[in-house]
């Protein structure tokens, strides 16, 4: 049987003006459903003072599956920025988008993270890994792969 609507691993709602520490987990699904798929959704939203912080790492999104791939895919989403975010050690690796019998169309982002949206703050982002993700079956997908993407405002420090 095939759901629909939106599947993820951890979800962080929204908590405007909020610190938050989201490390050492791991997250293995078989989602056999359609629509967005996250492994980790940090969606807080982004009204923060000079005082948050975001601490996300040590995660670990592995051996995922999203045969039907109809929708976007983000293994790790970090979009509740602070006005200092700490994303670092993370790995998203040996999963699988698509399969045999269906082609993947949607969108599939490895790590996404837009941070320090409406303060200038501190960013460090570092040792976060991506590696046989996307771990495609036979048929590749049809939607675009982005391994990474870092948005935001502030001082980047990426190394």
Partial sequence: MQVQGTCAGIQVATA??????????TISIAYT???LFYGIWDG????????????????????????????????????????????YNNIVTNNTYGSATYTATGTLEGIYFNGCQNTTGVVSFHDNQVTKSPGY?????QGPRIIFTS???????LF
């Fill in 16 to 25: 405007n003006n909020s610190n938050v520490d989201l490390y050492n987990n």
């Fill in 33 to 35: 459903g359609t629509g």
């Fill in 44 to 87: 807080r939203g982004n009204t923060y003072s000079a005082a948050t912080t975001m601490n996300e790492y040590g995660n670990t999104v592995t051996n995922c599956s999203y045969l039907a791939g109809s929708g976007t895919t983000y293994y790790m989403y970090f979009n509740g920025g602070a006005a200092s975010c700490n994303v």
């Fill in 137 to 141: 079956s036979r048929r590749p997908p």
């Fill in 151 to 157: 948005r935001g405002r502030g001082y980047l420090q």
